[in-house]
Each structure stands twice: as structure tokens, then as C-alpha cells.
């Protein structure tokens, strides 16, 4: 099993910045990828972006590519997202995701079924 605990959420004004946190314990050898989904009131979860543990490899989704930026520390248990230029349909709960799976494709993990693990959430609102 794999544990993942998000931070960092918040209010901000439109046009801010906010840093959310994942912290990956457990077994997380076991798991090949780290990804964030969000997920606004009334809306389906939805992709945002992934991170390959092995090649450091992204993928975003249109939405979000140019202002978000996911990382890793070096032991690849910790997960970043440096969200700037925030919008305010950028406005969700934010959750981290880890899978086990392995797939060539990384635009394959835009699937919730690629993963199989999840944070509880932390919440972000921007404010127009």
C-alpha cells in the first residue's frame, strides 16, 4: 500500500501563486508514476498532469501547460505542483495520485483507472 497526504492548498487572488505538497510513504517502490487530479464542485475528476519516476517525463494538460509545473524531490516520495497565473476555473480539490502501472504512453495516465492510489485532497480557490 502506498499513503499519499497533500498540503499546501488555499485562498488566492486570480493571477497568484500556490505550491501544494504530496508526500508519498509506504511502498512506494512499487509505484512507477506520481500525478495530480482536480476536481471542481458539480465536475468530473479531471487529469492535470504526470511525472514518470524513473525519466522525470511530463505530461500536462492543456489547461494547465505553461502555468503549472510538477516536481519531484530526489527520492521521488515527495510531489510537488508550482501552480502560477491562477485562474479562477482553476478552482478545485486538488488530489495526488500514484500508480503502479506502467504504460509507454504517458497521456494514457489521464485515465483515472491508470491509478491506484489517492491523497485526500486539499482544496484550492482563487478568487476572481
Known amino acids: 500500500q502506498v499513503q499519499l497526504v497533500e498540503s499546501g492548498g488555499g485562498l488566492v487572488q486570480a493571477g497568484g501563486s500556490l505550491r501544494l505538497s504530496c508526500a508519498a510513504s509506504?511502498?512506494?517502490?512499487?509505484?512507477?508514476?506520481l500525478g495530480w487530479f482536480r476536481q471542481a464542485p458539480g465536475r468530473e475528476r479531471e487529469f492535470v498532469v504526470v511525472?514518470?519516476?524513473?525519466?522525470?517525463?511530463?505530461s500536462y494538460a492543456d489547461s494547465v501547460k505553461g502555468r503549472f509545473t510538477i516536481s519531484t524531490d530526489n527520492a521521488g516520495n515527495r510531489v510537488y505542483l508550482q501552480m502560477n497565473s491562477l485562474l479562477p476555473e482553476d478552482t478545485a480539490v486538488y488530489y495526488c495520485?500514484?500508480?503502479?502501472?506502467?504504460?509507454?504512453?504517458?497521456?494514457?495516465?489521464?485515465?483515472?483507472?491508470?491509478?491506484?492510489?489517492w491523497g485526500q485532497g486539499t482544496q484550492v480557490t482563487v478568487s476572481s
Open positions: 495520485a500514484a500508480s503502479g502501472k506502467l504504460y509507454a504512453a504517458l497521456y494514457t495516465y489521464a485515465k483515472l483507472s491508470s491509478w491506484d492510489y
Open positions: 511525472i514518470s519516476r524513473s525519466t522525470g517525463s511530463t
Open positions: 509506504g511502498r512506494t517502490f512499487d509505484t512507477s508514476t
